[in-house]
């Protein structure tokens, strides 16, 4: 079956930089969230997206913004970059139209800011 | 807010043996979801159960068995004649069916099999 795919699995940066990731959805799921799980750490809620349009917001960083676009696939930027952004983030998908309870999660995508 | 708790950080047992790894949840609201992850070594998230608040029935799944208790707040997982491949980091969330839609974590239980 069909999994979530992210782009690029891996991405070294330097400090100030900027940095987009990739989401696209399990086909048919409409909804798009993203986590951020740095070292020895559960994953934190960043944001999510249903039909395009924000559907809720967690603890992202005013320098960090996304979208979800009309083939609902979704892009995370990523500015002035940090080196506490080294993390590893996650996109999930779900398909809220039919309850959407259960979130799958792509392979990830690590960061690392040097 | 949710929280969920997971107080076990490490557990390491010899292979063929049961363990149990505990979450302890807290949540103002009666409807919600339950769930374990599992994050093997390679790192990605692995969907493994999904229970609704209002279902409090036990599940198995071949080695793995879910133990639900509104009264206690609690949604054990145990994994019976382990196995090296089982050895990861486990994660139980927490979401909400009305509102926020976002996974509350626990930190996590690195579990260690060893041959």
């Known amino acids: 079956a069909a999994g979530v795919i992210q782009s690029p699995r891996h991405l070294i940066k330097e400090k100030r930089e900027t940095a987009t990731l990739k989401c696209y959805p399990i086909p048919r799921h409409d909804t798009v969230y993203w986590y951020q799980q740095g070292p020895g750490q559960d994953p934190q809620f960043l944001i999510s997206f249903y039909e395009k349009m924000q559907s809720d917001k967690g603890s992202i960083p005013d320098r960090f913004s996304a979208q979800q676009f009309s083939d609902y696939h979704s892009e995370l930027n990523m500015s002035s970059l940090e080196l506490g952004d080294s993390a590893l983030y996650f996109c999930?998908?779900?398909?809220?139209?039919?309850?959407?309870?259960?979130?799958?999660f792509g392979p990830g995508t690590r960061l690392l800011v040097l | 807010a949710q929280k969920v708790t997971q107080a076990q950080t490490e557990i390491s047992v010899v292979e063929k043996e049961d363990v149990t790894l505990d979450c302890v949840y807290e949540t103002r609201d009666t409807t919600y979801y339950l769930f374990w992850y599992k994050q093997p070594p390679s790192g990605e998230l692995v969907f493994l159960i999904r229970?609704?608040?209002?279902?409090?029935q036990n599940e198995i799944s071949g080695r793995y068995s879910w133990n639900f208790q509104k009264s206690t707040s609690s949604f054990n997982f145990t994994i019976t004649a382990s196995q090296v491949v089982d050895s990861a980091v486990y994660f139980c969330a927490l979401r909400l069916i009305q509102g926020a839609q976002k996974l509350v974590f626990g930190q996590g239980t690195r579990l260690t099999i060893n041959p």
């Open positions: 999930a998908s779900s398909p809220l139209g039919r309850g959407g309870e259960t979130q799958y």
């Open positions: 229970r609704n608040s209002f279902d409090e």
